[in-house]
């Protein structure tokens, strides 16, 4: 090693440096540094070796002449940034500053005047790797800290000055994860334990060069190398994922210049690709995939100079055809077009703003104008819905939702731009309903859907009076009962109860100023009356009884005095001409009078007593009143029971259901 106090004692000698010091005008610095006791500075030389007017050398020699410390400014920019130490002319430690930063950062130490040890600091000054040296100078090992933490995690071991092998403690635990070793200087293998299990999870293999050529991955610690890369000149050219361990590769990635550029993908791990996707300096730029591997594909993806998608193509029901379009602005979604058909024509579309759904459009008949449009809140829940249903260019019917959930429906049917419906809902039950059917602008129609004994009640109100004219009330979709005002005075007069298959069973009819039905009727199954009983006195109780036979009455029973007996008996043909009368004067349940009423001919006979009557018997006196009162609901004449009909007569105050 070159001798760097001698030289400097062959270059400058004691004559010549005081010459130097008369002439640099420095010679004030050697008085300043003279010392009595020996081996101390005596003297300073300095020294401008590009006559630049600003020093770059400076020595410093003991009283005996002997070198103890040079100071070196190579770059002329006035800081020293070497300085060697002397002992006994001999160096024996060198500061540096290999960065230029201002900072020395480096120091050799020397044994005679061969280095020994190195040591690389911060600018904090501390040590953050040390090199040791054989006797010929050659590296022999070195320890650095990465991290800068004060623990030293990697170590490189030499041989005649060249790297054989080193080790690294990634996580500063005291147990070596990183084995690496070298021949001819240059990188063969290495390999890392990342979670220190004993179980290798990356193998590196290195060409000739000292270059990867191909390295082998464990990502998921289970003991198998299921990514494996390959490479030339050192940069990555192509890597192989076999992810499920069955031997083909799942995911196939080629590379430019270190990047990837074209990816292939087996998504159901069948063995066969189904993702494709190409790249341009590591950015995607389209994608195609086959969704339900049959080895078609059917979504087609572009993406901006971003890397993010632009737009999206798909064929969803995988027959070659697109059906559905995304549109993305920056990789948010704006918009989506849906051919929900299959005919061709994208016929509905979703908007986006913020990535949430705010509007939806239909055109069902494809004429370039919406017929539906549904409007979203924050939630992406419907808020309100719009719809043309008849295809004419103009909506008709609007729907309003509350958090999702619809509250109100209206609808314009004859498209005068009047709502005409006015349906309202809660928890997604209809409960009301208003209908215009005339289309005056005035609701007269009034459903109710929350009544307590029927599906449904509706009334109608003709004359726009606010009383309800019509009452018709439903149950399991059939009809049951139907209440009319025919005089429009506030009154129910009519009431008519319908059997579960929606056929009329009885009607009741009331007249002003009553509390009780005036006349009830009672139907067969084909509708036709049976019987009719009559109130008379308000009473609640029947005093006249009607029969009939398919149509035709052919008896009446009448309580005249009103004290629950049938008193009086009237028979009738077929024609319905009163034939016969018997009348109980004395009230005790007999006929006491009989009158046959049919005409006679010229012999005073009558004709057939038993076809004319009806089978009445012979003696009929004595049992009418027992056969009027078998043909009644009632076994006797008397009040109606209460589960026949409503014996109040309905007011308006009694309405089943109000506006």
Not at 280 to 295: C, H, L, M, R, Y
């Amino acid at each position: 090693m070159k001798n760097y106090g001698k030289n400097w004692i062959q270059e400058f000698g004691l004559a010549v440096m005081l010459v130097l010091f008369c002439l640099t005008g420095v010679g004030s610095a050697a008085a300043d540094n003279a010392a009595n006791k020996d081996g101390q500075a005596a003297e300073t030389v300095e020294k401008d070796t590009d006559e630049d007017g600003v020093t770059d050398r400076v020595a410093v020699f003991d009283n005996k002449g002997r070198i103890l410390r040079l100071e070196i400014d190579g770059d002329q920019d006035g800081f020293f940034e070497s300085i060697q130490y002397y002992e006994k002319e001999m160096l024996s430690r060198m500061e540096r500053d290999t960065d230029g930063d201002g900072f020395r950062d480096s120091v050799d130490f020397f044994e005679k005047e061969k280095r020994i040890r190195q040591e690389r600091r911060t600018p904090r000054g501390a040590v953050f790797q040390i090199t040791t040296f054989d006797p010929s100078e050659q590296p022999l090992e070195m320890k650095k800290d990465t991290t800068q933490t004060g623990f030293f995690d990697t170590v490189y071991t030499f041989e005649a000055g060249k790297p054989i092998s080193s080790t690294r403690d990634s996580d500063e635990n005291g147990v070596i994860n990183i084995v690496q070793t070298f021949e001819n200087g240059l990188p063969v293998k290495r390999t890392k334990d990342a979670d220190e299990d004993g179980t290798i999870e990356e193998i590196v293999l290195f060409d000739d060069q000292g270059q990867p050529k191909e390295s082998r991955h464990d990502q998921d610690g289970d003991g198998r190398h299921e990514i494996i890369r390959f490479y030339a000149a050192g940069d990555i050219v192509r890597q192989e994922k076999d992810m499920d361990g069955d031997g083909r590769t799942d995911t196939l990635t080629l590379f430019e210049k270190g990047l990837p550029a074209e990816e292939k993908k087996d998504a159901n791990l069948d063995g066969e690709f189904d993702i494709f996707t190409k790249l341009a300096n590591g950015i995607p730029v389209s994608q195609e995939k086959d969704t339900n591997f049959d080895a078609k594909r059917d979504v087609f993806i572009d993406f901006d100079a971003d890397g993010k998608v632009r737009l999206m193509k798909e064929d969803t029901r995988h027959i070659g055809k697109i059906d559905r379009v995304r549109h993305y602005d920056t990789g948010v979604l704006q918009k989506m077009e849906t051919d929900t058909d299959g005919d061709g024509f994208f016929e509905t579309r979703l908007f986006y703003e913020n990535e949430k759904i705010k509007r939806q459009t239909k055109d069902e008949n494809a004429d370039g104008q919406p017929d539906l449009r549904v409007y979203f809140d924050e939630n992406e829940q419907k808020h309100r819905v719009e719809n043309d249903s008849d295809l004419n260019g103009r909506t008709d019917t609007w729907e309003f939702y509350e958090n999702g959930i619809l509250v109100r429906q209206e609808k314009d049917d004859n498209g005068d731009g009047q709502v005409d419906l006015r349906v309202f809902f809660e928890n997604n039950e209809k409960k009301k309903l208003l209908r215009d059917a005339d289309y005056d602008g005035r609701f007269e129609t009034f459903q109710r859907f929350d009544h307590p004994e029927w599906d449904m009640v509706m009334e109608q109100d003709l004359y726009g009076d606010d009383t309800p004219d019509n009452r018709f009330c439903y149950l399991d979709g059939v009809l049951r009962q139907k209440e009319i005002d025919e005089n429009n005075d506030g009154m129910m007069d009519l009431t008519e109860f319908y059997d579960d298959a929606g056929k009329l069973v009885r009607l009741a009819e009331y007249e002003p100023y009553r509390t009780h039905p005036f006349l009830v009727w009672f139907y067969d199954a084909s509708e036709n009356p049976v019987r009719a009983e009559k109130d008379t006195t308000d009473s609640g109780t029947t005093d006249v009884w009607f029969y009939y036979e398919n149509g035709r009455v052919t008896r009446v029973a009448e309580d005249t005095n009103h004290d629950g007996a049938v008193d009086l008996w009237e028979y009738y043909d077929g024609s319905e001409a009163l034939v016969r009368r018997e009348k109980d004067y004395d009230f005790d349940g007999t006929a006491d009078v009989i009158e046959d009423l049919r005409e006679k001919d010229a012999a005073g006979k009558t004709e057939d007593d038993t076809a004319s009557l009806g089978n009445v018997p012979e003696h009929a006196s004595e049992n009418v009143s027992e056969n009027v009162s078998n043909d009644t609901l009632n076994d006797t004449p008397g009040k109606r029971s209460d589960h026949e009909f409503e014996e109040q007569k309905p007011t308006v105050g009694q309405t089943v259901g109000g506006k």
